[in-house]
Antibody, heavy 120, light 107 residues
Framework: QVQLQQWGAGLLKTSETLSLTCAVY????????WTWIRQPPGKGLEWIGE???????NCNPSLKSRLTISVDTSKNQFSLKLSSVTAADTALYYC??????????????WGQGVLVTVSS | DIQMTQSPSSLSASVGDRVTITCRSS??????LGWYQQKPGKAPKRLIY???ILQGGVPSRFSGSGSGTEFTLTITSLQSEDFAFYYC?????????FGQGTKLETK
């Protein structure tokens, strides 16, 4: 049974760095694209970026300048860092597994989500 | 970026109804599209991948169709547990993009 468990600081101040980690249980880490998605309160979903087991990343250009996605294969974990946060970054952040499908990867298993609130 | 235009944004229906949700993409995405259901306080759950393939364990009343730029999710014989939000997601080109979502609510 594949499980993604995520954690990180839930309350930040403007200009701080958001940091989240997602651990993968019950499945090999290789062969998938490990993905971050976010959802502002009451709004829709936004794809943030992905990383594979070798560290190759693809990121949303709207966030790329502030974004770092990394992987620790020894722990079956991947992480998200978003610098210089503002209130616009307040959202529920999800991690997910991307399974190869057609041209890209389709999101199958999801973490439980972590609410990150940015205040001044 | 590929724009995904999802309609309707909300839909009122009754148990037993048949409903259809549409996503249109701003460019050809072949069949690189999935449909997701999200209930309050929960992570999205994949229902359909590759536009028309039913995810294992998902009831057969859910179906997907389409390719290119127009896609539909159909739910036949709505059940009470189907009232939720629905999103499409294209994974044909980066950045991947979601439709704006459809709130399916009880009439």
């Amino acid at each position: 049974q594949v499980q993604l468990q995520q954690w990180g600081a839930g309350l930040l101040k403007t200009s701080e760095t958001l940091s989240l980690t997602c651990a993968v249980y019950g499945e090999s880490f290789s062969g998938y694209n490990w993905t971050w998605i976010r959802q502002p309160p009451g709004k829709g979903l936004e794809w943030i970026g992905e990383i594979n087991h070798s560290g190759r990343t693809n990121c949303n250009p709207s966030l790329k300048s502030r974004l770092t996605i990394s992987v620790d294969t020894s722990k079956n974990q991947f992480s998200l860092k978003l610098s210089s946060v503002t209130a616009a970054d307040t959202a529920l952040y999800y991690c997910a597994r991307g399974d190869s499908s057609g041209s890209g990867s389709s999101l199958t298993y999801w973490g439980q989500g972590v609410l990150v609130t940015v205040s001044s | 970026d590929i724009q995904m235009t999802q309609s309707p944004s909300s839909l009122s229906a009754s148990v037993g109804d048949r409903v259809t949700i549409t996503c249109r993409s701003s460019q050809d995405i072949r069949n690189d599209l999935g449909w997701y259901q999200q209930k309050p306080g929960k992570a999205p759950k994949r229902l359909i991948y590759a536009a028309s393939i039913l995810q294992g364990g998902v009831p057969s009343r859910f179906s997907g169709s389409g390719s290119g730029t127009e896609f539909t999710l159909t739910i036949t014989s709505l059940q009470s547990e189907d009232f939720a939000f629905y999103y499409c997601l294209q994974h044909s080109a980066y950045p991947y993009t979601f439709g704006q979502g459809t709130k399916l609510e009880t009439k």
